[in-house]
């Protein structure tokens, strides 16, 4: 089973100004198998993006809470939520 997914954020603390570029990254502690990520806000089931890294180019929409969700094919984890904040 995959666990100890983290997330973290470029500029730390995922408060970024209105414009600029929010790079959000995840990491998975311990898991097997051929890994796939992918991006959730919100708690929404249909992601935002694939992969270990996401950008976004920050607009007044964008603040909210971000999640990332790893799975192996056999078992799910997700990261704890991030809460961003456009300044």
Do not use: K
Not at 54 to 78: I, K
């Amino acid at each position: 089973p995959i666990s100890g997914v983290s997330l973290s954020a470029q500029p730390p603390g995922g408060q970024v100004a209105l414009g600029d570029c929010l790079v959000l990254s995840c990491a998975v502690a311990s898991g097997t198998g051929p890994l796939s990520f992918s991006w959730h806000r919100g708690g929404s089931a249909a992601p935002l993006g694939i992969g270990p890294r996401h950008e976004l180019h920050v607009g007044d929409e964008d603040s909210g809470h971000y999640q990332c969700r790893a799975t192996n094919g056999g078992s799910v984890a997700e990261s704890p939520s991030l809460h961003v904040t456009v300044l």
